[in-house]
């Protein structure tokens, strides 16, 4: 099993609908959760980040995070071509000497 | 403000040559990482440094492959020899702490090409 795992897509979605992008992680000591954004040919960026319980808002993303299903998930409101890229979940354990590890990443199309 | 700086942006080389890839970290972070990214295996840690102490490289694939980090501005990658199945793209990206709110900010890359 890996330890972040992310459906590879490609996930394909409207114009102006909501994409829902999911993320499975096997550490349950981990404590920080982050989604990057990589464009094609282009290096990762991160998005947001979440730590705790819940969702998190910035503009037209939301982050989900459930600790207890070992699920973080990002939606993304109001689709935009621009926002066609692959998505990269991350997770990072409580110490400082934690790595973060990537899952592979989801491909997202968004078509006009 | 510059962000991570690597060099060289492309690299193509043959089977058997020495290879070093470049990264400048951007100022004031402390904590540095190299990563390889191929479409097989996605992105993977190969190592990472904080205060220029190897913490963990437990990702470097095999004796071939060394890091080194002399200062706070400067790291190197190193592969000899370089194999074909070395062709990847290797980011180094660098963290202004090492604590669990740390973010990372990725460098352009380099995109290796071994013959």
């Known amino acids: 099993q890996k330890e972040v795992e992310q459906n590879s897509g490609p996930l394909s979605v409207p114009e102006g609908a909501i994409a829902s992008l999911n993320c499975t992680y096997s550490d349950r000591g981990s404590q920080s959760f982050f989604w990057y954004r990589q464009y094609s040919g282009k290096s990762p960026e991160l998005i947001m980040f979440?730590?705790?319980?819940g969702d998190k808002e910035d503009g037209r993303f939301t982050a989900q995070l459930n600790k207890a299903s070992q699920y973080v998930s990002l939606l993304i409101r109001d689709s935009q071509p621009s926002d066609s890229a692959t998505y990269l979940c991350?997770?990072?354990?409580?110490?400082?000497?934690?790595?973060?590890?990537f899952g592979s990443g989801t491909r997202l199309s968004i078509r006009p | 403000d510059a962000g991570v700086i690597q060099s060289p942006r492309h690299e193509v080389t043959e089977m058997g040559q020495e290879v070093t890839l470049r990264c400048k970290p951007i100022s004031g972070h402390n904590s540095l990482f190299w990563y390889r990214q191929t479409m097989m295996r996605g992105l993977e840690l190969l190592i990472y440094f904080n205060n220029n102490v190897p913490i963990d490289d437990s990702g470097m694939p095999e004796d071939r492959f060394s890091a080194k980090m002399p200062n706070a501005s400067f790291s190197t990658l190193k592969i000899q020899p370089s194999e074909p199945r070395d062709s990847a793209v290797y980011f180094c990206a660098s963290s202004p702490s090492g604590g669990a709110a740390d973010t990372q900010y990725f460098g352009p890359g380099t995109r290796l090409t071994v013959l």
């Open positions: 991350a997770v990072k354990g409580y110490s400082s000497a934690s790595k973060i590890i």
């Open positions: 979440i730590y705790s319980n």
